[in-house]
């Protein structure tokens, strides 16, 4: 678990209508019981997960620092998903991707519904400098994807602050 700085660009915010700035990031291995604890305690306020259902590849890391999600705006093939791979994993700092969905809780509150959830990457990077170089290294890794044809587009960006488990 992590407390985290959340970044939103501009273009989704209309998506997270009552966002926020700061959130626990955490990683379940079973996410319906945790739905249900949500739903039931946070019944004012929304709520998201994202559900990863494959992991493009993992590396050893000692310490997260950035998590950065993207999305594309059309359903990657077996071909697209390996260029993708591939480019991710030729950059050192980037331990973890994975693919998934986003999911919302208390979805009642969400004035428009995100179109492109079902086509969510995420990257964690190791890093030991600033937030912002983080994130400039990302922006990189972003560009190396779209070189190949694929477009990632930035979604929501987590600058980790502290490790609360």
């Not at 955490?26 to 494959?54: E, G």
């Not at 290294?137 to 602050?161: H, P, Q, W």
């Amino acid at each position: 678990m992590y407390f985290v700085t959340a970044t939103f660009p501009s273009d989704c915010i209309a998506y997270f209508p009552n966002y926020a700035n700061h959130y626990i990031l955490a990683k379940y291995r079973q996410a319906s019981t945790i739905f249900t604890d949500v739903a039931k305690y946070f019944q004012n306020k929304l709520s998201f997960f994202f559900n990863f259902k494959a992991g493009l590849f993992e590396r050893y890391q000692e310490k997260l620092s950035y998590v950065s999600v993207y999305f594309t705006k059309y359903t990657c093939e077996d071909p697209e998903l390996s260029d993708i791979a591939n480019s991710l994993a030729r950059r050192d700092r980037v331990k973890s991707a994975c693919l998934g969905h986003l999911e919302f809780v208390n979805g009642q509150y969400l004035k428009f519904t995100f179109p492109y959830s079902k086509n969510i990457v995420l990257l964690e990077v190791e890093g030991d400098r600033t937030h912002q170089s983080d994130q400039r290294y990302c922006e990189k890794t972003r560009m190396d994807v779209a070189r190949k044809g694929i477009s990632l587009n930035n979604l929501v960006s987590f600058s980790v602050l502290n490790k609360l488990k």
